[in-house]
């Protein structure tokens, strides 16, 4: 029933921009958290951007600070992430997350693959 689907991951130069999407279904999005993760090749998954229920405030890790922006839409059920300025370093698959602290529930999508080539 609970459904986060990524999309808008792709190749791009470095440099350039993307934006990734994370649609929400299934919950009762606004009582959520929401985060996007990354887990680049041989690599363990770490947290890139989080955003609270009505969007009052932003996390960024500090490897994407001034280059990410994190957003959400409570009525489309949606969370986007706006990557520029995109680094080698960025390449790695992308997933959303979502968390509820209050209900202890967390959930995850399947992931978007983003590559930054030289």
């Known amino acids: 029933q609970v459904q986060l689907v990524e999309s808008g991951g792709g190749l791009v130069q470095p440099g350039g921009s993307l934006r990734l999407s994370c649609a929400a279904s299934?919950?009762?999005?606004?009582?959520?958290?929401m985060s996007w993760y990354r887990q680049a090749p041989g690599k363990g998954r770490d947290l890139v951007a989080s955003?609270?229920?009505?969007?009052?405030?932003?996390t960024y890790s500090d490897s994407v600070k001034g280059r990410f922006t994190i957003s959400r839409d409570n009525d489309k059920n949606t969370v986007s992430l706006q990557m520029n300025n995109l680094k080698p370093e960025d390449t790695a698959v992308y997933y959303c997350?979502?968390?509820?602290?209050?209900?202890?529930?967390?959930?995850w999508g399947q992931g978007t693959q983003v590559t930054v080539s030289s």
């Open positions: 997350n979502a968390k509820d602290q209050m209900r202890q529930a967390e959930y």
């Open positions: 299934g919950f009762i999005f606004n009582r959520y958290a």
């Open positions: 955003i609270t229920r009505f969007s009052v405030s932003t």
